[in-house]
């Protein structure tokens, strides 16, 4: 995208201040770097299919594939600032049901059953975990939560009220509340992938104890522990110097001018849905109804809220945090081509946790959950036998490939 397609998107949607025309040309010269090569896909793609068609596909899309339909028992908790968390729990079938029976030993009651709490990453929510959702349905107990700001909770009021930076340890101490609320009792394994996994390491770093007495197992799935400063998300040198040094403040002005962005979103919608392929997937087969799924996703978070959220990540540090893993089972996975959390950051994640199991997955972008579901789904479903989430004998679906996967 080039300095005159933002100003268009502006003299669209009104006039604006000088300020914020600056700021948008800016936001163009960096964002531009990024979109090359998406743009020169959808220009081709203008070329040779018509809008009207691109609409209908979309909508045709929307309809086929209601990835992200499935829902649990909704509840809410509150964080320390009062921000309204919401999550849902997806309980194991009852004993006469499809799932296998929980033994009660001598004559008492059963145990409280191992709890799964699986945490989402930037700009998406909890139904970016569709497939693992719908393969572990009834067989063990899930909870799936949106993060501050984003999906059905609530916008972190000490950033709306109070302008308080946003944090990876507000985000800990968020998944602490959460936990508290939906899992009062029983073992826990965390799954985070991505922002979800850096929110599991701040809650180790400020409640070690909760994670020494409670969690059995962790999952770490295209995260990292930091350094993300250093990520150059596949761009050449000057590129990524030039991002790194404008985009931080481009995001600010533009968070503050959310409606005229959100329109101008909407009007190059096509455009930065090539970009969010690019960073999402990596592979060329993903079934298009995924891609659009995550597109959808994404484009559901507000500028304001992507403005928000962006310091946190070069501020992120919690490589010390991993030491409380070391006496559990883990489970480190990405993809590798993840342009935004290479998987040299899993890899140290590895290194620094020798007991872990590191899973590389060929031709995998950074939303590695969607697009080779299987190979997620069963890596995890490994990883909760080891802890006796459920016998090694039940049967967890692996609900196929995002190139050939049927909803549930």
């Known amino acids: 995208m080039s300095e005159s397609g933002v100003e268009a998107i502006v003299s669209a949607t009104g006039d604006a201040a000088g300020n914020w025309r600056r700021a948008t040309g800016i936001a163009g010269a960096a964002i531009g770097v990024i979109a090359a090569g998406a743009a020169a896909g959808v220009a081709l793609e203008r070329m040779t299919v018509g809008r009207g068609m691109r609409k209908k596909a979309r909508l045709a899309l929307d309809s086929a594939g209601p990835y992200g339909a499935l829902r649990g028992t909704p ?3 509150y964080a320390d600032d009062g921000t309204e968390l919401y999550y849902e729990v997806d309980d194991v079938e009852p004993e006469g049901g499809s799932a296998p029976r929980r033994r009660r030993l001598f004559g008492r009651k059963a145990p409280a059953p191992v709890t799964v709490v699986f945490s989402h990453g930037y700009c998406l929510t909890q139904d970016s975990w569709h497939f693992q959702r719908a393969a572990l349905r009834g067989v063990v107990r899930t909870v799936h939560w949106d993060q501050r700001s984003h999906g059905r909770s609530g916008h972190g009021v000490a950033q709306l009220q109070d302008g308080v930076p946003v944090s990876i340890d507000q985000l800990g101490r968020d998944l602490k509340a959460v936990v ?12 985070g992938h991505s922002m979800g996994g850096m929110t599991v390491m701040a809650l180790a770093a400020q409640f070690p104890e909760f994670v020494r007495e409670r969690v059995v197992a962790t999952a770490f799935v295209g995260t990292s522990s930091g350094r993300l400063g250093e990520v150059n998300y596949g761009l050449p040198a000057a590129g990524v110097n030039a991002v790194r040094r404008v985009l931080p403040g481009v995001l600010k002005v533009l968070g503050q001018q959310a409606t005229l962005v ?6 190059t919608a096509e455009l930065f849905a090539g970009i969010i392929k690019r960073y999402s997937f990596s592979s060329r087969d993903v079934d298009p109804a995924v891609a659009r799924f995550a597109e959808r996703m994404i484009e559901g978070t507000t500028i304001d809220v ?10 992120h540090d919690k490589t010390e945090a991993l030491a409380f893993f070391r006496d559990m089972p883990v489970l480190v996975l990405a993809g590798v081509g993840d342009l935004v959390t290479p998987s040299e950051h899993s890899e140290a994640i590895a290194d620094l946790l020798p007991d ?3 899973v590389l997955v060929p031709d995998a972008g950074h939303l590695v959950m969607l697009e080779h579901p299987e190979a ?7 990883l909760l036998t080891r ?7 039940a049967t967890v679906g692996g609900y196929g ?6 909803p549930g």
């Not at 508290?180 to 799954?191: C, F, H, R, S």
């Open 401 to 406: 490939s995002s190139s050939t996967a049927q």
């Open 180 to 191: 508290d609320a939906a899992v009062p009792e029983g073992p826990v394994v965390l799954v």
């Open 376 to 382: 997620v789904t069963d890596r995890l479903a490994d």
């Open 262 to 267: 959100e329109k101008g979103r909407r009007a």
């Open 356 to 358: 872990a199991e590191l």
């Open 75 to 77: 509840g809410r908790a």
């Open 306 to 315: 992507v403005a928000e959220f962006y310091p946190a990540f070069t501020e």
């Open 387 to 393: 802890v006796g989430a459920f016998p090694a004998g």
